[in-house]
């Protein structure tokens, strides 16, 4: 029996990293190997770090294809040596501000054996023992309102529904942003409807539930202890909080322990499409409390294809890079999603019910021409009324898309927004695939008390425990 030959690695580009070990700047490279994306780094000390980075390179090489490149670009000023120590934003960042983020406590009401920000009761063991004074806080959001072109700001943590006065932290964002989200694990909300009415009345624009299956198992491995009923119940409390309560599911995925329910996933957010507006995906990232295991890599390539396999009405060609929302944010006037094309990947679900026992689900690819869509915005920055006329086909969602293209309106936006159903993937970096040409593009910035504005990766790798570049190099015997 013959071999099958082994094709030779193909370069993609070379790029600059970091040492998972001693977080030395070293150089990296991408490369296209049977068939998937992989980046190699080695460090003189450490040695050789090999690790997926797309399972697909012909998706990744279409995702590339479809990036609106330009989007939302900055001038890189000048190099000042220190990326990705120095963040604040250096002036080599590339990409705006789209959604601001802001820890308003390191507490929480769970100890997840996965944490991205090792939160728990006790703080995170960084020295942030005490919560941030609210004053110290409404002005990160302030810095947020004047030097940024946001879209939305989000409360996160720990679990930011741990502080009493959250509620008034949203009303004054409310003040500044027209979007607003709370990122929770939902369980104060499944203690109380009243709690809920209360952030929602308070201004709070969608919920980001954190949810990572239909069954216990994956709770029970990722969370220490089972709690699909009390996401459950959230989303009931929730459910008849206000006249347009939004909730977005964000499950954490690991290969081999909830890769399978995704389908599922996405099912239970059709049958519950009067009041969750969209599931995020979110492969694992291997910083904070967890522990890296290579078998469990999941890469955003992998969610598509199983999203693919598991409900057999969403296709990978229904599914665009994060630029391509620039369509939307761009023409509302927001700053553009100018992140790299392969931070992640994102598509529609039109549910149309129409009193019928069963939905009919469809991606918005059957009803909007996107590439038309995209080509028409990167020359005018917005969406002509007549392409968008062009583009769209008759029926409710496009009296939706021309109110919204006619008026450049937010709350049309939204309501375009309830009409739909976002099916996304975010894969948020580590330091084994940490890639300076991502992080540079990153348009998810956490706001800190210093007046800095820090890209999402940066933060959750290098400075969410609190070491700058000088404490660092000390570690490493360097001046």
């Known amino acids: ?16 990293s970091i040492c998972p070990v001693c977080y030395c700047i070293i150089d990296a490279r991408l490369y296209e190997e049977n068939g998937a994306v992989y980046m190699e780094k080695s460090c003189a000390e450490h040695g050789t770090f090999k690790d997926l980075c797309w399972s697909d390179y012909q998706l990744y090489r279409l995702f590339e294809a479809k990036d609106i490149e330009v989007a939302g670009r900055r001038g890189i000023k000048e190099n000042n040596g220190e990326c990705p120590f120095a963040c604040g934003l250096c002036p080599q960042h590339e990409s705006s501000t789209v959604l601001g983020v802001i820890d308003v406590t390191m507490r929480c009401n769970l100890r997840c054996p996965t944490c991205f920000a090792k939160s728990n009761d006790k703080g995170n063991g960084s ?3 005490k919560d941030a004074e609210i004053e ?17 700001l989000q409360f996160s943590g720990g679990e930011p529904t741990l502080r009493n006065d959250l509620p008034e932290l949203i009303s004054y964002a409310r ?24 952030i929602e009345s308070a201004g709070t624009s969608v919920i980001y539930l954190q949810f990572d299956g239909v069954t216990e198992e994956p709770y029970e491995k990722l969370r220490g202890r089972k709690l699909l009923e009390v996401k459950k119940k959230a989303i009931e409390n929730h459910r008849n909080a206000g006249p347009n309560p939004a909730i977005v599911l ?47 890599r999941i890469t955003v390539s992998d969610v598509i294809s199983k999203i693919e396999e598991q409900t057999g009405f969403l296709r990978r060609d229904d599914f665009l890079p ?17 992140c790299h094309f392969s931070c992640g990947a994102f598509s529609y679900l039109v ?6 026992a069963e939905e009919k689900v469809e991606p918005i690819t059957k009803y909007v021409n996107l590439e038309r869509l995209a080509a028409a915005y990167k020359k005018k920055k917005k969406i002509p009324v007549f392409t968008a006329l062009r583009s769209i086909r008759p029926g409710f969602l496009k009296e939706f898309f021309i109110e919204f293209v006619k008026s450049h309106d937010y709350r049309d936006l939204s309501d375009l927004h309830f009409n739909l159903l976002f099916i996304g993937s975010m894969h948020f970096m580590d330091t084994y695939n940490f890639d300076f040409a991502r992080l540079r593009k990153c348009v998810i910035h956490y ?8 890209p999402f990766c940066s933060h959750n790798n290098i400075h969410r425990g609190e070491k700058s570049v000088f404490v660092y190099r000390r570690e490493r015997g360097e001046r």
Do not use: W
Not at 272 to 284: A, E, H, K, L
Not at 351 to 356: A, F, L, R, T, Y
Not at 447 to 454: A, T
């Open 447 to 454: 706001g800190l008390s210093d007046g800095r504005i820090v």
């Open 175 to 198: 003040k500044k942003f027209e979007h607003v989200e709370v990122n929770t694990n939902g369980i104060k909300m499944a203690e109380s409807e009243e709690y809920c009415k209360e």
């Open 136 to 152: 110290e806080l409404k002005a990160i959001i302030d810095n947020f309102a004047s030097n940024t072109n946001a879209a939305g």
């Open 127 to 129: 020295g942030h023992e």
């Open 1 to 16: 029996m013959k071999s099958v030959p082994v094709s030779a690695p193909t370069p993609i580009r070379a790029t600059k």
């Open 351 to 356: 549910v149309e019910k129409n009193g019928k």
């Open 322 to 338: 994060p630029s391509q929302m620039s369509v939307l944010l761009g023409t509302l006037g927001k700053s553009e999603v100018g």
């Open 250 to 296: 964000v499950p954490t995925i690991v290969k081999g322990v909830n890769d399978y329910q995704i389908g599922a996933i996405i099912k239970f957010a059709i049958e519950n499409s009067d009041i969750i507006r969209g599931v995020n995906f979110q492969p694992i990232s291997f910083c904070g409390r967890t522990s890296y295991t290579e078998n469990e």
